[in-house]
């Protein structure tokens, strides 16, 4: 295809399915440099893209925007190409109030997998990582095969400044080593024991390791449990907005998550980082650098995105995932983490 003046990209949400976006958007760009980038996300995730270089401008779906309000705004970019990574019925829609507009539409996985693994036949194996599934779309519509880009997170000027403040204010040195915990997750079965995280949190602590907790308002329980069994770490729940997120992320020595956005903020960011999954598959994602546990008992993955419950009911993806393992996995990821002083 000739390169066209600007090409939309559209990927809404969640955080680490925007993350996950770079490595295309770096593609995209050394394939076709003179064109214009625009990307459209939701109001409350525009920083993850808005200091990325091969951004040129985000387009944000404001909050209660509805979709022809939205349209409206689309279509006076004059976009010559749509590229929709989200492929859900939010991007149909657009794609709809665009025609004549070439757009290529990615698939998050092969339809074959769908009903069986939603009808728990058989357990979910990824045939292809996420970004790789990004990157191929990216061909189709530049129409020749190119180079991979990377997975890089850019963090805002003040980024780092918020963080450090909300580490300040909870006696932490930022330029000291840190172990950022980060125990929640969207459904219940992709999180690890909060008693497990505060056992992994002591050993840190024994280290001579300062350890903050990290999550939402929701996760505050998470933060509470983990801040009192493990005496000394600081519980950041609930005070990090996302660009703060970021530039705590970036501080830490070493990180450990669940399957979520700030797991893939931490690899994004370069943070050696410990991924811990159970119920949802971790072959969709590169944890070169990194470590990454998976009790791999015969159920799992069980699902795409998580559950509120483990339909079989003994958990046992999770609880199979020792603290010790834990700790053998982390330990290293601590001593390769950065040296001090941390460098701003
Ligand atoms: S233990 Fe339960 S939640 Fe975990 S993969 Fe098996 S069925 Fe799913």
Not at 39 to 68: F, T, Y
Not at 250 to 268: E, K, Q
């Amino acid at each position: 295809m000739t390169p066209p003046g600007s090409v939309l990209v559209l990927r809404f949400s969640a955080v680490g399915d925007v993350l996950l976006t770079a490595p295309a958007l770096e593609a995209l760009r050394l394939a076709w440099p003179g064109t214009r980038i625009v990307v459209a996300v939701k109001e409350r995730l525009a920083h993850l893209l808005r200091h990325n270089p091969n951004v040129d401008e985000v387009l944000e779906l404001r909050s209660g925007e509805g979709p022809l309000s939205f349209a409206r705004r689309i279509r006076q970019q004059r976009p010559g190409a749509v590229l929709d990574l989200h492929n859900k019925i939010r991007s149909k829609l657009l794609r709809w109030q665009l025609p004549g507009v070439r757009a290529v539409v990615w698939r998050k996985r092969d339809f074959r997998d769908t009903l069986p693994v939603k009808l728990a036949l058989r357990p979910y194996r990824a045939s292809m990582r996420f970004t790789d599934r990004y990157h191929l779309a990216v061909e189709e519509l530049v129409g020749r095969t190119l180079p991979r880009g990377t997975l890089r997170y850019f963090l805002g000027p003040q980024d780092r400044e918020v963080a450090d403040a909300a580490l300040r204010a909870q006696g932490l040195d930022p330029q000291q080593p840190l172990l950022g915990i980060s125990p929640g997750a969207n459904w219940e079965t992709k999180r690890w024991p909060a008693e497990r995280f505060a056992g992994v949190a002591r050993r840190a602590l024994a280290a001579g390791v300062q350890v903050a907790v990290q999550g939402s308002n929701a996760e505050a329980r998470l933060g509470q449990l983990i801040a009192r069994e493990a005496p000394g770490a600081a519980d950041l729940t609930g005070r990090l907005d996302l660009p703060g997120l970021g530039g705590f992320i970036s501080r830490c020595t070493a990180f450990v998550a669940n399957d979520s956005g700030p797991m893939h903020m931490a690899r994004a960011l370069g943070v050696p980082t410990l991924a811990i999954f159970g119920s949802t598959d971790p072959g969709m994602f590169d944890f070169a650098g990194h470590a990454m546990l998976f009790a791999g008992v015969e159920c799992a993955p069980c699902s795409f995105f998580g559950r509120s419950r483990c339909p079989r009911g003994h958990f046992r993806c999770m609880l199979e995932l020792t603290e010790q393992r834990a700790w053998d996995a982390l330990a290293p990821l601590l001593r390769a983490g950065r040296r001090l002083p941390l460098s701003a």
